[in-house]
T-cell receptor
């Protein structure tokens, strides 16, 4: 079953605005990762945050993790049309090191 | 380096036909995964392998078989395709020392 659930399912913003996506999960994790998927392509890893970290930055990306609430957020600042994609959170590892992916947030950035 | 490649990119099958999807990687990663992606469902793990000669079931293994005879290749087989197996299939790899998964471009399969 899916572990992470992203919210919202879809988000539409103007170029230059910030985009925030949330991920909630159900059981204890070792790490949480965010991936991006452009239409018709495979997923690309964006950023990883470990369970003992609260915030992490990478370029225009900022990820937070609240293990007490079992939730994470991904903030994309100063969005660009090229940021248009689906964003997935993945939590784990479970069993023999597999990760569980949510259903994703579809982000549209209008020029 | 090609990274992770998948063959074929598209395929249309009739119910009951069989086929094999090939995933190849040149990153020398130990772990390999097969996922299916359906609208509104995210990615679901079908089977995975933690090394050459080993395979294990994931979340949705029924109707699929896999083999990892060589470290660089992970094959996903459908013995008797069903319409419910219409999906986009992704292969991914991971180094045993890391947490990041590297994905192939996907195979879009339609079963009529």
């Amino acid at each position: 079953s899916q572990q992470g659930e992203e919210d919202p399912q879809a988000l539409s913003i103007q170029e230059g605005e910030n985009a925030t996506m949330n991920c909630s999960y159900k059981t204890s994790i070792n790490n949480l990762q965010w991936y991006r998927q452009n239409s018709g392509r495979g997923l690309v890893h964006l950023i990883l945050i470990r369970s003992n970290e609260r915030e992490k930055h990478s370029g225009r990306l900022r990820v937070t993790l609240d293990t007490s609430k079992k939730s994470s957020s991904l903030l994309i600042t100063a969005s660009r049309a090229a940021d248009t994609a689906s964003y997935f959170c993945a939590t784990g590892p479970y069993n023999n090191n597999d990760m569980r992916f949510g259903a994703g947030t579809r982000l549209t950035v209008k020029p | 380096n090609a990274g992770v490649t998948q063959t074929p990119k598209f395929r249309v099958l009739k119910t009951g036909q069989s086929m094999t999807l090939l995933c190849a990687q040149d990153m020398n990663h130990e772990y390999m995964y097969w996922y299916r992606q359906d609208p509104g469902m995210g990615l679901r793990l079908i089977h995975y392998s933690v090394g050459e000669g080993t395979t294990a079931k994931g979340e949705v293994p029924d109707g699929y078989n896999v083999s990892r005879l060589k470290k660089q290749n992970f094959l996903l087989g459908l013995e008797s395709a069903a319409p419910s197996q219409t999906s986009v299939y992704f292969c991914a790899t991971r180094d045993s020392a890391g947490d990041t998964q590297y994905f192939g471009p996907g195979t879009r399969l339609t079963v009529l």
